[in-house]
Nanobody, 125 residues
C-alpha cells in the first residue's frame, strides 16, 4: 500500500504546518523526505513506530517533530518556524524491511519504498 502525504500549504516564514502520512499499517520505520525544484530528494526525518525513536536532518533539528498515532495508522510531521528554504514537495515512505536491521531509522531515500504522492509546502512572504 502506498503511503500518502497530506497537509501541505502556503505559509509565511516563521509559520507552522503539520503534515500527515498514512496508512502506516505495520510499516516501520516511516521516513519523511522533500524535494525542491531542481534539487535532489533530501531526507528530513525518520520515526520508528515500534519505539518512537526519531532521526532528523541537521537542517530541521529543533524545528520539525515527527510523531505517530498508531490507533489511526498515521504519522505526523510538525513543522515550526518554517523558512523559505523548506519549500518543497514533501513525501513519506516506509523503510525497506531487509535494510531496517542494518540501517535503523535512516533518512537515506535509497532505504525506502512505497512512495506515494507528495504534498506541496511553500514558505514565502
Amino acid at each position: 500500500v502506498q503511503l500518502q502525504a497530506s497537509g501541505g500549504g502556503s505559509v509565511q516564514p516563521g509559520g507552522s504546518l503539520r503534515l500527515s502520512c498514512g496508512p502506516s499499517l505495520t510499516y516501520d520505520p516511516i521516513g519523511w523526505f522533500r524535494q525542491a525544484p531542481g534539487k535532489e530528494r533530501e531526507g528530513v526525518s525518520c520515526i520508528s513506530i515500534s519505539d518512537g525513536s526519531t532521526n532528523y536532518a541537521d537542517s530541521v533539528k529543533g524545528r520539525f517533530t515527527a510523531s505517530t498515532d498508531n490507533a489511526k495508522h498515521t504519522v505526523y510531521l510538525q513543522m515550526n518556524d518554517l523558512k523559505p528554504e523548506d519549500t518543497a514537495v514533501y513525501y513519506c515512505a516506509s523503510a525497506i524491511p531487509s535494510l531496517v536491521r542494518q540501517r535503523g531509522c535512516s533518512i537515506r531515500s535509497d532505504d525506502y519504498h512505497n512512495w506515494g504522492q507528495g504534498t506541496q509546502v511553500t514558505v514565502s512572504s
